[in-house]
């Protein structure tokens, strides 16, 4: 979302801008250029609306423009057609009215005062869910009983560090995410036809809790978490609710350590294992600045088990505090 606000700032922006210079010009001259004009902007806000509305990240594909790494295909088809839609509109509006100057320069400085104020609440959100802070809703139960289904929370986008756009990089850290912290993330595929648990997961986010930090050997046996080849202990957060244990996978004994470890880091140990891998997991040991991270809800989590390690730079931010229902209210943990 923070990044389509971005790119719906950064051309409200550039259209106030090219409207307030030809403002200072005294504005169209011709009702065509009026109608033109207005069109554009009613074409702007058309695709806009349709792509703060339009929130489905099923599906996508790859096509040259930045934009495209951050929204999927389909919706900018959507938004094309909406915004011609409206830009039909704009231009029926703009003609019949452009033959006198009066009104040719009344709609110019109305869509400018329109784009102006787009421009600065979509740029000011932007920053502000890029780098500051962001609303979350909790999508599925695999952190029951911590967080429940529609849950809304705020997620600390500063905690770890400031991202950079597109890089993924980070800035003036206040700490590292460590072991506990339950962690909003993208999941950690860049192949948009990748399936997971079921589904494709591309590009979804995720939360979870941080179990193996960088270099930490985890295990999973007969359900239980062992790090460093020691048990983790107690995990009060935890929920077994199945009433049966997956045995072993017969595949997994069929596996060398040294492939078992690269299957899990290229996110293809579920398919070798056929997602048997719940109770009885690894030992894989977690790559440098990736972390291993699971559900609280362990029967009922689809996390690192299955699709591998989170690299730094699909985390998003940390879980930081409850804010609905108000008698859940308080510090997400």
């Known amino acids: 979302m923070e990044y389509r606000l971005f790119f719906i700032g950064l051309a409200m922006g550039a259209f106030a801008w090219f409207s307030r210079g030809w403002q200072k010009e005294g504005g169209p001259k011709t009702p065509m250029l009026s109608a033109l004009w207005h069109a554009l902007f009613f074409f702007v806000a058309g695709a806009s609306i349709t792509m703060i509305l ?34 039909a509109i704009g231009f029926y509006r703009a003609w019949e009215a452009g033959d006198k100057a009066e009104k040719r320069r009344y709609f110019l400085h109305e869509d400018l005062e329109w784009a102006d104020t787009v421009f600065s609440a979509a740029f000011m959100a932007s920053l502000l869910m890029m780098f500051v802070i962001q609303a979350f809703k909790i999508p599925s139960a695999s ?7 529609g849950d809304h929370l705020f997620v600390n986008k500063f905690l770890y560090g400031l ?9 003036l ?79 997994a004994a069929k596996i060398a350590p040294e492939e078992y470890q690269k299957l899990w880091q290229e996110h293809h140990l579920d398919e070798a294992l056929n997602n048997n891998q719940r ?8 790559p440098p600045d990736s972390y291993f991270m699971m559900g609280d809800n362990r029967d009922h989590s689809c996390d690192s088990r299955y ?11 940390n879980a930081w505090f409850l804010y609905w229902p108000p008698s859940r209210m308080g510090a997400a943990h």
């Open 307 to 317: 699709w591998g390690p989170v690299p730094e730079r699909y985390v998003k931010g």
């Open 173 to 251: 850290p206040i700490r590292k995410p460590k072991r506990g912290d339950i962690l909003v993330f993208q999941f950690p595929v860049d192949d948009p036809t990748e399936l997971h648990c079921g589904s494709v997961q591309y590009d979804k986010d995720f939360i979870k809790r941080l179990i193996g930090e960088p270099g930490d050997k985890v295990e999973v046996r007969e359900g239980k978490v062992y790090i460093n080849d020691k048990p983790l202990g107690a995990e009060p957060y935890t929920v077994h609710d199945s009433p049966y244990q997956e045995p072993v996978s017969p595949a």
């Open 279 to 286: 109770d009885f997991f690894g030992p894989v040991t977690v």
């Open 54 to 87: 339009s929130m489905s990240f099923e599906t996508r594909e790859k096509f040259i423009s930045v934009a495209s790494a951050v929204v999927p295909i389909g919706e900018i088809y959507r938004a094309l057609l909406a915004g011609a839609v409206l830009a």
């Open 143 to 149: 952190m029951e009983k911590t967080l429940l289904i």
């Open 163 to 171: 991202r950079v756009p597109v890089t993924g990089k980070r800035i």
